[in-house]
């Protein structure tokens, strides 16, 4: 499989952001956080063993904690600067090394738009997780950061002719759905939760991005150094096209909210096609 991502790259970014935090930068975490435990706590279970997958930061093994719902979870992470000195379990970046049947609740937040082989990735915590165990995950979708997307790539095109990805390519909600399902997974559901963030400007967006370890890992990415007439001219045409009337300009961040279940005798069974669809909060209950 030929890559996208550079991961050497994106283990760099993410190490220099720990390093320097900026207070708020992880907002969006953050709010991710809340929401896994909104969503765990829909679920009528309560499950022994958890794993928090190559998250980053503690939030989301902290926010299962919060909710009760497991008996003990643990971190699993590719560096060591991202346990900070916690417990937790190393290994090589897409990789997960559990045995098979070994866990009963899988999390994953914002991680998974950054992986270069999503349904291996998928496949390997569906092969971890215990006939009737579930996992949980959060990633950027379709949609995320397009306003800086289209204003980079009208800049680059007006001033050089021509344009290169600079923001990552997002997995449509629906292209999700069908991973879970390809993964092996029972009951999977996929749907989208759209976050708008208002900055004073493209610079201050660029430097939350920054601060989240969230700058451009593709392999195509341009190699010539990006000047700053474009991006002063990108700012332009941001503030032209996705600005408010106070002249805040606005950030969209889509993110795709994921369950599926490893399959078990015990477990409805799914719809026929065409028939109605049933909700995330009964998927999880259905568990």
């Known amino acids: 499989m030929q890559a996208i991502f550079d991961t050497h790259l994106s283990l760099q970014h993410k190490r220099r952001a720990l390093a320097r935090p900026v207070d708020g930068a992880d907002f969006l975490m953050q709010r991710l956080a809340e929401d896994l435990?909104?969503?765990?706590?829909?679920?009528?279970?309560r499950f022994a063993d958890a794993a928090a997958l190559f998250c980053v930061t503690p939030h989301a093994r902290d926010a299962v904690n919060a909710s009760g719902k497991a008996g003990a979870i643990a971190r699993i992470e590719a560096d060591p600067a991202f346990l900070q000195g916690s417990d937790g379990k190393l290994t090589a970046p897409e990789t997960l090394p559990l045995p098979p049947e070994s866990l009963d609740?899988?999390?994953?937040?914002?991680s998974l738009h950054e992986v270069n082989d999503v349904p291996g990735m998928l496949v390997q915590i569906r092969r971890a997780l215990r006939p009737?165990?579930?996992f949980l995950g959060a990633m950027a979708g379709g949609g995320t950061l397009g306003e800086l997307r289209e204003s980079l790539l009208a800049a680059e095109s007006e001033i050089y002719g021509g344009a290169s990805p600079r923001v990552f390519p997002f997995a449509d909600v629906r292209d999700v759905g069908?991973?879970?399902?390809?993964?092996?997974f029972a009951l999977p559901v996929a749907d989208v939760e759209t976050i708008t963030v208002r900055y004073p400007d493209m610079f201050a967006l660029m430097r939350d991005l920054r601060a989240m370890g969230s700058t451009s890992t593709l392999v195509s990415r341009s190699r010539r150094p990006a000047t700053r007439t474009l991006f002063l001219r990108a700012a332009e045409i941001y503030a032209e096209r996705f600005s408010d009337p106070d002249g805040k300009i606005r950030a969209t961040f889509s993110i795709?909210?994921?369950?599926?279940?490893?399959?078990a005798p015990t477990q409805q069974k799914p719809l026929k096609p065409g028939s109605a669809k049933i909700s995330l909060a009964e998927a999880l209950r259905g568990g």
Do not use: F, I, N, Y
């Open 178 to 184: 069908a991973l879970l399902q390809r993964a092996g």
């Open 132 to 134: 009737d165990g579930l």
């Open 105 to 110: 609740l899988a999390v994953s937040l914002l």
């Open 37 to 45: 435990s909104d969503r765990l706590a829909t679920v009528e279970r």
């Open 256 to 263: 795709v909210w994921m369950s599926g279940w490893a399959p």
